[in-house]
Structure formats: structure tokens, C-alpha cells
């Protein structure tokens, strides 16, 4: 993996992982910049062909 996806890969956990926490705590405009950052992420990934397929499920819908 070279540094980009490495660097987009921990991005993408960082954002989910705070989606999470916000969700947890209830802060809605939180949530909402979050889930925004993610998707940009994801466009990011797409543009690029970086398989973000994988290991994010769990993490999504955990909380």
C-alpha cells in the first residue's frame, strides 16, 4: 500500500471513528459534518481506485 491510500485509509477510519462519537453524543450538526467528510473521502477513493471496500462495515455500524 503506497502512502496515499495508507494516508486515505486513516482518514477514512479517523472520520468513521468520529462519526461514532458523535453519534454517541447525541451532537446532530456533528454527525452531519462528519458523514460529509466521509463522503468526500469516498470520492476520493473512487476518483483514485483505492478499494475502501473492505474493514469499514463493521466499524460503520458499530455504536
Given at each position: ?8 485509509h ?21 454527525c452531519l459534518?462528519?458523514a460529509?467528510?466521509l ?18 462495515g ?6
Open positions: 500500500m503506497n502512502e496515499f491510500m495508507t494516508a486515505l486513516l482518514r477514512i477510519y479517523d472520520a468513521v471513528s468520529a462519526l461514532q462519537k458523535a453519534r454517541e453524543q447525541g451532537d446532530e450538526d456533528l459534518l462528519q460529509g467528510e463522503e468526500d473521502l469516498v470520492e476520493i477513493a473512487a476518483r483514485h481506485g483505492v478499494d475502501i471496500d473492505c474493514g469499514y463493521d466499524l460503520a455500524h458499530a455504536a
